[in-house]
């Protein structure tokens, strides 16, 4: 019989459910996508029920749960930094205890009485090796180091270790209140964006901006020594005690908090592009430490810094190690992995599989009824980050028939060349098909397309479509055959967790006029022959796109080519600012008829804007979305 194990992160932000079957992991999703509320805290019941769906079992065949970090342990460093901080933090001590006094202290319990039928142990990793086996179990190594950074978990704030085969040693931890994550969230909050939401605006932000203020972060803020660690001065923050992250005396240094929705000013950039400096030397700093102290040619990172793509693209281009893998859940969601993988390899001593045996795996019902579950894959256990859920095209012909959706039903190749056209034309599209990506990035799966090569399409999209800021960039998905034809990377980005810069042959001289210009003025200044994914500094967050990954939308990008010469779109992800990306036929035909996109592609149906002409009459698509 196989052995069916359920990993769960739930109740700080992001919650997911993972399920791992004999080693492969069938299902992983966030319950945001469910409930439609963007990071949602709460127990994932949601996520878990489409996990045991697709596995085509039921809560009682399970034969182990884990939770993704220790309750108790966490219970400890908040009791012991509130007793620390007093008589500060009382009002957030009081709004905490009732939550941990209530449930979470007895969180086995809850558990179980979420799994109805479900009688088998609950088990608790730690937070941070939940994040280290996300890392190195589902990477094409079979040795490794491993890197994790993010706020908090139990203690720890990051962590270096080795993976060989299937163990895991964490060498190092830094430890709360120091943290390179509470650190960049804290700027987060001081320039007007959401903590855990908002902190990869501030990386967008950071390239109008100059570093004028790393000696002031230096001076006041932060130590950082050579090994990556970091001491941070608590005089200028607040987050150990208090629901806010800075105080006055990040004010007296820097000036007023921006409000949020505020106007963003010079300063904002430069604040950005200050501690994304700090973060790189500190990521720089680490890696070359777990380099000396592991040994190993590769890297592997996960935790919620890990997601700073920058960064992460400085870490390749300087050499520290051979080759870098990135968890694409690399946040709290991808901690249900984590930990379900690191129960099947470390707790019941599981070797790990090949790739080729791990990426076999079929839901278990007729075949008539079911396309592949998981499409085959290259290098590493993720299936392209392809684990959510599908709709089979009898399901969406249902749907637009039960509605009286205007719509036309394309076959293979005509369907990836009918939307590579109407790409070319500088239509925006919509694309639902195959199964949902797990992590916050969109990959082909739930993606709005277009035309890179289009000057006006990022300010477009970015304000009609997205209703979010316009200096956020967007990211380019390249066939990997010719990404090194137009950005510095020769190497594959399948995750879009890497920046690099688009070749210089691809460039276009800026005006003299131009290169005076400062902050958001530089935004739609032209910078190359595709500058609708070239970033103001030449940037560009890369995904690469095999055949075999997914083979459909390889198939547009190559259509695409074919017509156009060049082997690049536009993919951002299908949801407008303050909602999840969408996951159902029904959100992403609301999203498409609340936006100006101009087309809906739902797997072998394609709706045109224009054709809804029944829909559009009716005022309740035309509700407003609220924004975060």
């Given amino acids: 019989m196989p052995i069916r194990i359920l990993g769960i992160s739930a109740y700080y932000h992001d919650s997911a459910a993972c399920l791992v079957e004999d080693g492969r992991i069938v299902a992983a999703v966030q319950e945001e996508r469910f409930t439609r509320k963007k990071h949602d805290a709460g127990f994932p019941s949601k996520a878990v029920e489409y996990c045991l769906r697709e596995a085509g079992v039921t809560a009682s065949k399970l034969d182990l749960v884990g939770f993704y970090e220790k309750p108790l342990v966490k219970f400890e460093r908040l009791l012991e930094t509130y007793v620390g901080c007093a008589p500060k933090g009382l009002r957030s001590y009081l709004m905490a205890m009732p939550l941990w006094l209530g449930e979470r202290l007895w969180m086995a319990d809850d558990i179980r009485d979420q799994l109805e039928g479900y009688d088998g142990e609950v088990l608790f990793g730690e937070h941070h090796e939940s994040h280290a086996a996300s890392a190195f179990f589902p990477s094409p190594f079979e040795q490794a180091a491993i890197v994790t950074m993010d706020g908090v978990g139990e203690w720890s704030t990051s962590s270096v270790g080795v993976g060989k085969g299937n163990e895991i040693e964490l060498m190092r931890e830094l430890r709360f209140p120091h943290s390179l ?31 004028k203020y790393v000696k002031t972060i230096k001076d006041h803020l932060i130590e950082i020594r050579e090994d990556g660690s970091l001491w941070m001065n608590l005089d200028y923050f607040t987050y150990p005690y208090a629901l806010t992250m800075t105080g006055t005396g990040f004010e007296e240094l820097f000036g007023p908090a921006r409000k949020p929705e505020e106007l963003l000013t010079q300063r904002e950039m430069d604040l950005a592009r200050s501690v994304q400096e700090i973060t790189e030397e500190v990521m720089l700093k680490t890696a070359r430490f777990a380099r000396r102290e592991s040994g190993m040619r590769d890297l592997c990172l996960a935790g919620g810094v890990a997601l700073n793509c920058v960064g992460n693209g400085r870490l390749l281009r300087e050499g520290v190690f051979d ?49 592949r579950s998981t499409p085959p894959r290259y290098a590493d256990g993720m299936s392209g ?32 060349e009918r939307i590579a056209a109407l790409l070319a034309e500088e239509q925006i599209v919509g694309l639902l098909q195959g199964r949902m990506e797990f992590g916050p990035r969109a990959l082909g799966g739930r993606s709005i397309l277009g035309d890179p090569r289009s000057p006006s399409l990022q ?29 510095g990377l020769d190497g594959d980005s399948p995750y879009m967790l890497l920046v690099a810069d688009v070749c210089p042959s691809r460039r276009v ?5 131009a290169k005076a210009l400062w902050g958001i003025e530089k935004l739609n200044v032209p910078r190359s022959t595709i500058p609708a994914v070239t970033h103001v500094d030449y940037s560009a967050r890369i995904q690469t796109v095999r055949r075999e990954t997914n083979p459909f939308y390889y198939d547009i990008i190559e259509a695409f080519y074919r017509l156009t010469g ?59 979305f609220v924004l975060d």
Avoid at 182 to 210: Q, R
Avoid at 391 to 415: K, S, T, V
């Fill in 459 to 487: 300010s477009v999209m970015n304000l009609k479509i997205k209703f979010r800021e316009s200096f956020r960039p967007f990211a380019p998905s390249v066939l990997r055959e010719h990404v090194s034809e137009w950005f």
């Fill in 566 to 624: 060049c082997p690049v779109v536009v993919n951002t992800s299908f949801n407008v600012r303050g909602e999840p990306i969408v996951c159902t036929p029904e959100d992403a035909y609301r999203c498409f008829m609340r936006t100006n996109l101009d087309v809906l592609v739902l797997e072998n149906y394609v709706l045109a804007k224009q054709e809804q002409v029944a829909v559009a009459a009716d005022e309740s698509w035309r509700q407003e």
């Fill in 509 to 513: 001289e800026v005006p003299d006029e």
């Fill in 323 to 371: 080759q870098i893998w990135i968890q694409p859940a690399a946040g709290d969601a991808g901690g249900a992995l984590g930990v379900a993988m690191s129960l099947w390899h470390r707790h019941l001593e599981k070797p790990r599989l090949s790739p080729e045996a791990a990426g076999t795996w079929e839901r278990p019902v007729a075949a008539s009824a079911v396309i």
């Fill in 385 to 416: 980050s392809y684990l959510g859920p599908r709709f089979a095209d009898e399901e969406i012909g249902a749907f637009l028939g039960r509605h009286g959706y205007a719509a036309r039903r394309y076959e293979q190749p005509a369907l990836a």
């Fill in 181 to 211: 994550g509470l650190l960049y969230s804290a700027f987060t909050y001081f320039t007007g964006f959401k903590v855990n939401s908002g902190e990869y605006k501030v990386m967008g932000l950071a390239p109008y901006g100059e570093p």
